[in-house]
Each structure stands twice: as C-alpha cells, then as structure tokens.
C-alpha cells in the first residue's frame, strides 16, 4: 500500500479536486468521483471498479477497503486535511474514489427513451435519473442546458443510478436520430392528451423540461405528442422529477399488466 498522502499538491489529489469542481476536466478525462460507502458498494456490485480511491485512517481496516484492494483499485491513504480538500461534502465520508465514465451500452432498438431539457438542478437530475432506471428506462439522453450529469450532487442524488441506466449527452440533432422511428411524448402542462391514454406498451421517447423555464422551441419541434398530467384547478405545476416519476410508472404499470 501506498504512503499516506498529506499533500493537497500530490497529483492524484489536484486531478480528483479538479474532476469534483469542474464538468469539463470530467469529460476532457472521462472521469468521476464518488464518496462514501453506499455509492462505491453499489459500483462495486455493478462491476465497476475505481482507478484510485483516497481513505482516511479511520477507514483502514474497513470491509470496503479490502475489497477495493482485492478489485485492484490502487489505494491511496491520506491525512483528513487531503480527504476534505478532494470532497464535495461538508462532512466527508472517508473515502473518496475515482473511476472511469462508463461508456453507456443500450440495445440498437431503442423502445423506452427519456429526453432531458435544460433541468439544471442537480438535486432534481440525480432524482430523475434514479425513477429512470427503476422505471426501466433504456436510455436518458441529457439535452443541451442540462447539468452535467457526473456533477458530484447528481450523483449523489442518482444513488447509483449512473451504473444501472445508460446516460449520454447529445445535441438536438443526434436526439432525433434517436427518436426518429417512435413516437415522442412532451410532457407539458397545456396539452389536451392525458398522459394516462398513451400506450406505452409502444416504442416511445419521453421529453421532460425544466419546470421553471418549460421545455424549449426545439423540443416542441422534435415532439409529436405534448401530453399532460390532469391536476386539480389551480394547483401548482409539479417539478420535473416528480412529473417525471408519475409518467415513468405508468408506463411501467401498463407493461407489467399486458
């Protein structure tokens, strides 16, 4: 085992800060961090396994250590001082590891497929993309506007949904290839369609907005379908994920009962 790092100017320390704070060094390198014990299990069961992870003292003798070191991760002890600076949490975990961005595998027929626009809230991505993947999604595409999806809020949020759904960025031109021999749904509060008399049983594609802004002029182009979600008169739109999550499980009901 390494010697314990007690320099924020150690290499593998300024490439993981730097991989935390800025979204274009996460894609420049393909690289990701994720903190703490849930997050790196939940890798861990999915096959994936870090290039690096830093741990403090205290998490020496863990379980999660010894199996990072039977995986081949290269483990890098360090003083608390080092693991504070490399994360993005006010009380970190212990444990902070890098891996590789998982390059995204979905089937050539794409028949359930999530469309992002322009949600900006990390909270709320993370949280979309977890109803994603327990819904059954095949793919999310995160539209231009979007936040990264590998900001470290979201992937917290996510809870693991990074490795369970296939996620890519694309431009408008690339999502209507995706999308071009399906239907694609827009979820929209001024529709006329409710999102409960769609099949779902078909090939679709989804598209959620942001719900402060709505979806964008280039969506409404692409989409075929707006639908909404009947509410209450007078009630307030709801957030994108929770929109989201409504629509998603209802597709899934209607698959599981046919």
């Not at 393909?30 to 205290?58: C, H, T």
């Not at 598209?207 to 009947?230: C, F, K, L, Q, Y």
Request: negative net charge; glycine residues 6%.
């Amino acid at each position: 085992m390494a010697d314990q790092i007690t320099s924020t100017q150690n290499s593998r320390v300024k490439l993981t800060r730097t991989l935390q704070t800025k979204a274009r060094a996460r894609r420049g390198e393909r690289k990701m961090v994720l903190e703490g014990y849930r997050l790196i299990e939940d890798a861990l069961k999915a096959n994936k396994r870090p290039l690096f992870a830093f741990f403090s003292q205290d998490n020496a003798d863990t379980k999660l250590i010894g199996q990072l070191g039977a995986a081949g991760t290269e483990l890098l002890p360090a003083t608390d001082e080092v693991i504070r600076y490399v994360s993005d949490t006010e009380t970190p975990a212990g444990i902070v590891a890098v891996f590789t961005i998982p390059r995204p595998e979905f089937p050539e027929t794409l028949t359930r497929v999530l469309i992002l626009d322009a949600i900006r809230e990390p909270g709320n991505m993370g949280t979309i993309l977890r109803t994603a993947g327990a819904a059954g999604v095949e793919l999310v595409v995160a539209a231009p506007g979007c936040v990264d999806i590998y900001n470290p809020k979201v992937i917290r949020s996510g809870m693991g949904a990074h490795f369970r759904v296939p996620l890519v960025d694309a431009n408008w031109q690339e999502i209507g290839q995706f999308c071009q021999n399906m239907p694609v749904y827009l979820a929209t509060g001024d529709a006329e369609i409710s999102y409960t008399t769609v099949d779902w049983n078909q090939p679709w594609a989804l598209i959620v907005g942001n719900e402060a802004h709505g979806v964008s002029d280039t969506a409404r182009d692409i989409a075929t379908t707006p639908i909404a979600i009947p509410m209450a008169a007078e009630t307030e739109s709801l957030n994108a994920a929770t929109a989201t999550a409504v629509i998603l499980f209802e597709a899934a009901r209607q698959r599981s009962v046919t």
